[in-house]
């Protein structure tokens, strides 16, 4: 099972998808399609885990999760942003000649602070990524800033399936 630990993210307007980067720690190099559905589904489906379910398990009462949800992903977007000002990191070359279709994403949690993300094609596991709850709050801050990129217009109450939070 291949471990990613950098991403390159691409919107391809041709193909109304965005196309994520992956390099492993072997310095293996994937390409993976994101499309729209699963892009939504993914952002809503891990905006109401956050806010509920990781929320709960540190017992933070109902009536601040969302602020909870808020202050994480506010800091993590701008400590990304800061990153990007002083010290860009390195895109991951485009070197591959085929991409995968994501089809489910699921986010596992590991511990206090750590969680696993798994990238599925179908039944088929494709890689994953080890990661705190600060950098998937990056992660999902890139793929916000792509889908608004595209012009997606995603509607919170249209997706469902396709992905999965454990």
């Given at each position: 099972?291949?471990?990613?630990?950098?991403?390159?993210?691409q919107h391809d307007?041709?193909?109304?998808?965005?196309?994520?980067l992956a390099q492993s720690e072997t310095d293996e190099r994937m390409a993976f399609w994101l499309t729209r559905?699963?892009?939504g589904s993914l952002l809503e489906s891990s905006r109401n885990w956050l806010t509920q379910a990781y929320a709960n398990s540190h017992n933070?009462?109902?009536?601040?999760q969302e602020q909870m949800y808020?202050?994480?992903?506010?800091?993590?977007r701008s400590a990304y942003e800061q990153q990007q000002l002083l010290q860009p990191e390195q895109e991951v070359q485009?070197?591959?000649?085929?991409?995968?279709?994501l089809t489910?994403?699921?986010?596992?949690?590991?511990?206090?602070?750590?969680?696993?993300l798994v990238f599925y094609h179908g039944d088929q596991t494709l890689a994953e990524m080890p990661c705190s709850v600060g950098h998937f709050h990056q992660f999902l801050h890139i793929l916000q800033s792509k889908a608004q990129s595209l012009e997606?217009?995603?509607?919170?109450?249209?997706?469902?399936?396709?992905?999965?939070?454990q």
């Open positions: 099972m291949q471990q990613l630990v950098k991403f390159t993210f307007f041709a193909e109304d998808r965005i196309r994520m559905r699963l892009t933070v009462p109902v009536q601040a808020d202050m994480y992903h506010d800091h993590a485009d070197d591959t000649e085929y991409s995968q279709l489910r994403v699921e986010v596992r949690l590991l511990g206090d602070d750590a969680l696993k997606w217009q995603l509607s919170t109450a249209a997706y469902e399936g396709g992905y999965a939070l």
